[in-house]
């Protein structure tokens, strides 16, 4: 649905608590648009690339903060810089490609005004005209002219930027217990690119964010976890809620005694399948982190994930491309540590996710299933008290306390 319904309320309007959220919030433009300002481009952290996307002096990469085009580049110096995507001339893009090396600096096509690696206006073609004629106006200031550039930080080789001077800084934003917990994926090793694409979604993307976060529904919808017995609820885990509500992370271990069958058995939940793997060896994995935890998935405000499934480790980059689209940039890794054995079999566990994943490829439609079957209904709203009304973390993941803080941190952001 558009937003141009019949019954819009203005944002201002919301239900009381953090156990309703009316289905219009997923389908306006004007919501759309004030989000694109107030959180993507306000006091938020977003995630941008690897350090290693930009190793080397005049490494670039292009990526997105929301809708905002974005490039990320490293200097002479080794500093890693960020800008808009966007000429200050006329608007149009300044990077055409998705990466690039070796780099002095940038030209934009359509008028060749010409960029730093900091991304300051350094010429403009034809500033003093042709022949005395034409040119520029006499006070017009190259110093005065640029795209917007963005503060960065990095965390556990993870390159995030901010277009708010307000902003706290990074390790404040995450806090110490979400830091850690990134820190515990990568234990200080370099990442390493094993593969990249985008999924395209069919829905807003706080729907597909809702769904990182809703921890009890993984061993309802995804066949294969209960079938082959990598996540269940009865399975020991827990989820943590940051005290904004917005960062969290959700994580279990295989538990190797009882099964909890019986559980699933009085839900009538779909837990026993005759399907088997040709390849078994796909679930064997190896011992990375010395916890036992065998899956977390934690994620940062407004709209970064980081994996851990086994031995499957990926980014989650998730970029809005209006009230109903949504791109989702994954990035599949392995580190240099790895040896021959562990890289493989990373390879191979990297077939649980994505959009034909044996797990998640579920996860590409009920974003959409959601979006058409609230198309009629802006006025109406979803219900998420399972486990209670508050957001705070707990030892059960049946629970959706992670989205209640997600609406929490949103609602703060967008003033409503």
């Known amino acids: ?87 200050a001339h006329r608007g149009s893009l300044i990077c055409l490609d998705d990466k690039g090396k070796a780099a002095k600096g940038f030209s934009c096509v359509y008028h060749a005004w010409s960029y730093n690696l900091e991304g300051d206006l350094t010429g403009v073609a034809f500033a003093k005209g042709v022949k005395g004629k034409g040119g520029m106006s006499p006070d017009f200031k190259i110093s ?66 809702e769904n990182v976060k809703d921890s009890y529904h993984a061993s309802i919808l995804h066949l294969f976890f209960t079938t082959f017995e990598l996540n269940r609820l009865s399975q020991k885990g827990a989820i943590i809620v940051d005290e904004s509500g917005g960062h969290h992370v959700s994580y279990s271990a295989i538990d190797r005694g009882p099964t909890g069958n019986a559980d699933y058995s009085a839900q009538k939940i779909r837990s026993d399948s005759d399907y088997k793997l040709a390849d078994p060896s796909l679930l064997l994995g190896f011992d990375e982190y010395p916890d036992g935890v065998t899956l977390q998935i934690l994620s940062v405000f407004p709209a970064m994930v980081v994996q851990q499934i086994q031995n499957a480790i990926a980014i989650r980059q998730v970029i809005p491309r209006g009230p109903e689209q949504t791109d989702l940039n994954w990035i599949y890794l392995g580190f240099e540590e790895d040896t021959p054995e562990e890289r493989m079999m ?18 590409g439609c009920v974003g959409g299933f959601v979006q058409r079957g609230a198309a009629g209904a802006p006025d109406e709203r979803s219900v998420i008290e399972m486990g209670g009304k508050t957001a705070e973390g707990s030892e059960s993941r049946v629970t959706e306390a992670s989205i209640r803080g997600f609406w929490k941190a949103w609602r703060a952001q967008m003033g409503i």
């Open 144 to 209: 005065e002219h640029g795209p917007r550039k963005l503060r960065v930080e990095t965390i556990s080789g993870l390159v995030y930027g901010t277009f708010a001077a307000e902003a706290p800084s990074l390790p404040d934003y995450l806090g110490e217990e979400i830091a850690t917990r990134i820190a515990r994926v990568f234990r200080d090793r370099k990442p390493v690119v094993l593969g990249r694409f985008t999924q395209a979604l069919p829905n807003n993307w706080k729907l597909y964010i």
């Open 346 to 363: 990373r390879l191979k566990q990297a077939n649980l996710v994505g959009p034909a994943g044996y797990i998640s490829m579920e996860d």
């Open 1 to 87: 649905m558009g937003s141009n319904g019949p019954t819009q309320a203005p944002p201002s309007q919301w239900p009381e608590g953090l156990t309703r959220v009316p289905y219009w919030a997923f389908q306006r433009e004007d919501v759309y648009a004030q989000e694109q300002t107030r959180i993507f481009q306000g006091p938020s952290w977003s995630f941008l690339c690897l350090e290693s996307d930009v190793a080397n002096p005049g490494d670039w990469r292009s990526t997105f903060v929301g809708d905002a085009p974005v490039v990320v580049t490293r200097n002479a110096s080794g500093e890693i810089h960020a800008f808009e995507n966007r000429c």
